[in-house]
């Protein structure tokens, strides 16, 4: 079935710099969209950024600006650069695929980041 495996993740300094990778066992083609979700400890599942078949975009508000996502079709693979992390940024971040009514349909492992003051 579909595997999604997200890599990237780790100890960052805040305002530094990390790049999340998801790669994907079949075309992203596939998937009416791609996107990017966060928890934290105690917090809920939240969305971070999508991208649809067409390239088109979304971000959570308070993340546009800083997180750009993006994709590389050829490799079935979508991306999370995160840019001047906060420790508020600390989280699990999980790679999901094929949005439904209820959402996405598929999930990665996670890959967790870190942010230190």
């Known amino acids: 079935q579909v595997q999604l495996v997200e890599s990237g993740g780790g100890l960052v300094q805040a305002g530094g710099s990390l790049r999340l990778s998801c790669a994907a066992s079949r075309s992203i083609f596939e998937f009416n969209r791609m996107g990017w979700f966060r928890q934290a400890p105690g917090k809920q599942r939240d969305l971070v950024a999508s991208?649809?078949?067409?390239?088109?975009?979304n971000y959570r508000d308070s993340l546009k600006g800083r997180f750009t996502i993006s994709r590389d079709n050829a490799k079935n693979t979508v991306y999370l650069q995160m840019n001047s992390l906060n420790p508020e940024d600390t989280a699990v971040y999980y790679c999901?695929?094929?949005?439904?009514?209820?959402?996405?349909?598929?999930w990665g492992q996670g890959t967790q980041v870190t942010v230190s003051s």
């Open positions: 999901a695929a094929g949005w439904r009514v209820g959402g996405p349909e598929y």
């Open positions: 991208i649809s078949s067409s390239g088109d975009t």
